[in-house]
């Protein structure tokens, strides 16, 4: 049997490659249905008995929370609660390539004629699926819970948020995988960056509520940025303008999954 | 028939070790070729430089006329791999694992199912396409990957130590596959192996590698017939070897004898068709014989021969201790 097979080097967008990778993803996801769960569960946790009893303290006066006039805390917190669902979802996704080299699939897929780029675009797309499709089930059990979103088309503005988010921790979650992917615990580092891009930012408590010098950390972190064009497109509040949250987060998306990139096409597939 | 692939002087050093060594070698289309070797001798070192997972230091080779270096891209579509560590997706079923791969590498997707079940049904896998990797015995999940090497209908197969892991029963029905792979498909298959009884059965020509160099290059029988010739070993009952010995001295064919009054070794080629005429001086002297046996050089003898050690002793315990460590782990 004659087989002639051209000799050009792989596309750098690849489609068809780059949906099966996609769809890898997505049965994984529903297969461990465990991860599914406890993805959702820290969320919903976070919003009903951290936001509902303090929602109940702050009607007595949201200005002690340094909330505007009228801002109910749970309102407040939703879309923080929702950046948390980003942020923890694409920081692992991100480094999930380590869980593909450490039971071996990596190898197979690196040494499949496609390009780097191509491989990583469709998990990278399978990643920012399930971690916006989770921040979507949120918004919705926020909305269940009474949580007043913004009755405005801004609203959908949320979504360039989420996706800039997403796109910024998987880049660093891609970065850390990469670098320190072959470390023992490798997985308590994750926790070890995810904890405190977390509580040091708007996430939480308003900017307002911050000691000073708390408020310098809270300001370098990307994540804070994310959070609050979060809360200005679903609620209309927000520390800093729209479009000083949309250049920061992403210039540090940019960035962050732009080095990842690199560190993942130049990597070993050994 | 070309040479599907050339090896000139290939080299890998990681610092100062150097684990492979100058090899070169050519492998014909549609022949089993074989490295044999302990642990730790280069043989999987080799494969991923030839497979273009990692880069040589020096020398190069040549994979369809393609270079694995400059033409990487091109390599990578002719060649199947099946690695030594596991390598599917543990969740998803055999199934999808063959489809995604064919799709990575661009297979039609009218041709995808049909192929899936002719390589299902070559290696006895159908009804089991459909249940994760994970709830696959160890044998099944072998298999699954050897399926997947050879989906895409590559010109050259690589196997990195297709049955280690493999329990005996296992592992002989695999080499059966091999085999029937080879039948079948006319695909031309570069293994490694440190089990001597899988290099003498599964290839027609083995290269022994031991410390990064190719030590011999040649068919299982020329390996072993340079190791040494056939023996013939006869038992006779307690005091009547030496009588018998000198009787037998004097027969033409006769290369070489030794004896220690009841156990005689004769050196002898083609050792079988000379039993009738031992037995023969035997009765003529009244000599009761009470055991007559064959014994063939074995690639165990060529091994030793070549690299002056038996591969169990050049298998470090601590190299299995690490490995079998690995392999729970997953």
């Known amino acids: 049997m004659a087989r002639v097979k051209n000799s050009g080097t792989s596309r ?16 994984r996801m529903f297969r461990v249905k465990a991860r599914l769960v406890s993805n959702l569960l820290m969320p919903i946790l976070f919003l009903a008995f951290l936001g509902i009893p303090l929602s109940l303290v702050s009607a007595n006066g949201s200005e002690m929370f340094g909330l505007p006039p009228g801002v109910d805390f749970l309102d407040f917190l939703a879309p923080g609660i929702v950046g948390m669902t980003i942020l923890f979802s694409s920081l692992m996704g991100g480094a999930s390539v380590v869980w593909d080299k450490e039971f071996g699939f990596l190898k197979e897929v690196m040494v499949a004629p496609v390009s780097r780029f191509s491989i990583l675009l469709g998990r990278q797309a399978g990643a920012m699926t399930i971690s916006i499709g989770q921040a979507l089930i949120i918004l919705l ?57 977390f509580f040091m930012s708007v996430a939480l408590f308003p900017l307002e509520l911050m000691p000073g010098w708390f408020r310098y950390i809270i300001c370098l972190n990307p994540f804070t940025y994310g959070v609050d064009g979060l809360r200005g497109t679903l609620i209309g509040v927000s520390n800093f303008p729209l479009l000083l949250d949309f250049v920061v987060i992403f210039a540090w998306a940019a960035v962050l999954a732009g080095l990842g990139t690199h560190f993942f096409s130049t990597m070993e597939a050994d | 028939m070309m040479d599907i692939l050339e090896v000139n002087d290939l080299t890998k050093k990681f610092g100062d070790f150097v684990a492979v060594d100058h090899i070169s070698f050519t492998l014909q289309e549609g022949e089993i070729f074989g490295f044999l070797g302990p642990n730790g001798a280069g ?22 006329g393609y270079d694995i270096v400059r033409e990487r891209d091109a390599v990578r579509r ?6 030594q560590d596991p390598s599917s997706d543990r969740f998803l079923t055999g199934r999808e694992n063959l489809r995604y791969h064919a799709v990575m590498y661009h297979m039609p997707r009218r041709e995808i199912e049909k192929r899936i079940d002719e390589v299902l049904e070559l290696l006895d896998l159908k009804g089991r396409e459909n249940i994760p990797i994970k709830d696959c015995s160890a044998g099944i999940q072998r298999r699954f990957e050897v399926a997947r090497g050879f989906m895409t209908r590559p010109r050259l197969l690589f196997l990195d130590e297709p049955t280690v892991g493999l329990d005996m029963q296992a592992r002989v029905r695999l080499w059966s596959y091999i085999n029937k792979l080879r039948e079948e498909e006319a695909i031309t298959i570069l293994l490694t192996t440190h089990y001597i009884e899988e290099a003498d059965y599964l290839c027609d020509r083995v290269g022994i590698i031991d410390h990064g160099k190719i030590v011999a290059l040649d068919t299982p029988q020329n390996l072993k017939d340079v190791a040494g010739r056939e023996t013939v070993r006869v038992e006779v009952a307690n005091g009547r070897g030496t009588r018998f010995a000198d009787a037998l001295r004097e027969m033409e064919w006769m290369r070489d004898i030794e004896h220690d009054g009841k156990e005689i070794r004769l050196g002898v080629e083609d050792g079988e068709s000379r039993i009738p005429q031992i037995l023969t001086v035997a009765s003529r002297m009244g000599v009761p014989v009470t055991s007559v046996e064959v014994v063939r050089p074995s690639l165990e003898d060529a091994f030793l ?20 460590r690995r392999r729970r782990r997953r």
Not at chain 1, 146 to 161: A, C, E, K, M, T
Request: contains cysteine; aromatic residues 8%; neutral net charge.
């Open chain 1, 12 to 27: 750098l967008i690849d489609p068809l490659p780059i949906y099966i990778m996609w769809l890898r993803e997505m049965k």
């Open chain 1, 141 to 197: 059990l926020a909305a269940l819970m009474g949580v007043n979103f913004q009755n405005s088309p801004i609203v959908l503005l949320s979504i360039v948020f989420m996706v800039l988010t997403g796109a910024t921790f998987m880049g660093l979650g891609l970065i850390l995988a990469t670098k320190l992917g072959e470390m023992e615990g490798f997985m308590s580092i994750l926790t070890l960056f995810q904890m405190p891009l």
């Open chain 2, 43 to 64: 043989k999987s070192t080799a494969i991923k430089m030839l497979t273009t997972i990692l880069n040589p230091t020096s020398g190069e080779a040549r994979v369809c």
């Open chain 2, 78 to 83: 002719n060649i199947g791999i099946v690695f």
């Open chain 2, 305 to 324: 021969h070549f690299t002056g050690k038996t591969i169990r002793e050049e298998e470090g315990n601590l190299q299995d201790l690490r490995k079998a």
